[in-house]
Nanobody, 124 residues
Framework: QVQLVESGGGLVQAGGSLRLSCAAS????????VGWFRQAPGKEREFVAV????????YYEDSVKGRFTISRDNAKNTVYLQMNSLNTEDTAVYYC?????????????????WGQGTQVTVSS
């Protein structure tokens, strides 16, 4: 069993930065791929980024490439999402999720554990 808790959300002006954290409990967290998803009001939850269990591989949704960076520190059981050059379209609730194989899925249904989410609001 893995439990996830997101933090680091908040209100930021367009062009600004935020770093989200996803803290996990559970001894097997280091063997899980971890993804970030986001859900804007009235929209479906969408994939943002994923990192492999080792941290050596990452993959991003096109609209965040070059602006967001996903990383992890398995010693701290934490995954991060550094978000730079934020714009109003990045406003959403951000969720982290863990997948318990060596794959790096990009679809919501393939993830086994979810956090409660953290709100990110970008003002113009």
């Amino acid at each position: 069993q893995v439990q996830l808790v997101e933090s680091g959300g908040g209100l930021v002006q367009a062009g600004g930065s935020l770093r989200l954290s996803c803290a996990a409990s559970g001894r097997t967290f280091s063997s899980h791929a971890v993804g970030w998803f986001r859900q804007a009001p009235g929209k479906e939850r969408e994939f943002v980024a994923v990192i492999s269990y080792s941290g050596r591989s990452t993959y991003y949704e096109d609209s965040v490439k070059g602006r967001f960076t996903i990383s992890r520190d398995n010693a701290k059981n934490t995954v991060y999402l550094q978000m730079n050059s934020l714009n109003t379209e990045d406003t959403a609730v951000y969720y982290c999720a863990a997948h318990r194989t060596f794959l790096m899925p990009t679809t919501r249904g393939e993830y086994d554990y979810w956090g409660q989410g953290t709100q990110v609001t970008v003002s113009s």
